[in-house]
């Protein structure tokens, strides 16, 4: 296990956490990854896009001109491809994207993604960035400031904790997520990744009994 100090409002030691190796010091399989990051771009998109065919243009049911006479190519409809104003051929249609990718795929990928921010020393782990009841992005942003200036943050958090969702929100170079909802792109896209404690002892699964005996 690797072991990461909790960082407390302060700026000081509050403690320390055991990172398990089988999450945080794996092999990062990089197909793997890249396989599961473009799956979920993919699962991103709309797919709305759509573009009239020749039969789905308003107009051009009467012919242009007579068949014969003219020494122009024959015509039959001014909605034709070949026109402005005409259909287009092979154009898009609405469709899904989004590719099927197991479970264990995506969990692997997390797992070597994160490995890979704890190895190179760009993961963190802090006590809180406000201190109790206190809602402050000025206080939150100085407590980040002591643990990472990097340009892209991804900060987890649990679902509960209001005071630094709040306190965090507004700030460009911030990603919030819930631990329950971290992935491998937002891992890999950020530069540092900060977890709370709860939120922490969340995505590891600790219960929360164990934690408050712990604290």
Same mark, same amino acid.
């Given at each position: 296990m690797t072991s990461v100090d909790v960082i407390a409002v302060d700026g000081g030691k509050s403690g320390s956490v055991e990172?398990?190796?089988?999450?945080?010091?794996?092999?990062?399989?990089m197909p793997l990854m890249h396989q599961v990051v473009v799956a979920q771009l993919a699962a991103a998109r709309q797919g709305t896009h759509k573009a009239k065919t020749r039969g789905e243009v308003r107009g051009g049911g009467k012919k242009p001109y007579k068949q014969?006479?003219?020494?122009?190519?024959?015509?039959? @409809? =001014? /909605?034709?491809?070949?026109?402005?104003?005409?259909?287009?051929?092979?154009?898009p249609v609405p469709? &899904?994207?989004?590719?099927?990718?197991?479970?264990?795929?995506?969990?692997?990928?997390?797992?070597?993604?994160?490995s890979d921010r704890a190895r190179d020393g760009h993961l963190h782990v802090v006590e809180s960035f406000v201190n109790g009841d206190t809602k402050s992005t000025k206080a939150a942003l100085a407590t980040l400031a002591r643990v990472t200036t990097a340009k892209r943050v991804l900060v987890v958090l649990t679902e509960a904790d209001e005071n630094n969702?709040? @306190? =965090? /929100?507004?700030?460009?170079?911030?990603?919030?997520?819930?631990?329950?909802?971290?992935n491998t792109? &937002?891992?890999?896209?950020?530069?540092?990744?900060?977890?709370?404690?709860?939120?922490?002892?969340?995505?590891?699964?600790?219960?929360?009994?164990?934690?408050?005996?712990?604290?």
């Open positions: 990172l398990p190796a089988d999450i945080f010091d794996v092999q990062a399989n014969k006479g003219t020494g122009r190519a024959r015509q039959g @409809s =001014l /909605r034709a491809p070949q026109f402005t104003g005409g259909g287009v051929v092979h154009g469709r &899904d994207y989004s590719q099927r990718t197991p479970k264990k795929m995506k969990a692997a990928a997390l797992r070597g993604a994160l969702w709040l @306190s =965090l /929100r507004n700030e460009p170079r911030v990603h919030l997520i819930e631990a329950g909802q971290l792109y &937002d891992v890999l896209v950020a530069d540092d990744v900060v977890f709370t404690k709860d939120a922490l002892d969340e995505f590891l699964g600790v219960p929360a009994e164990a934690a408050q005996e712990e604290n």
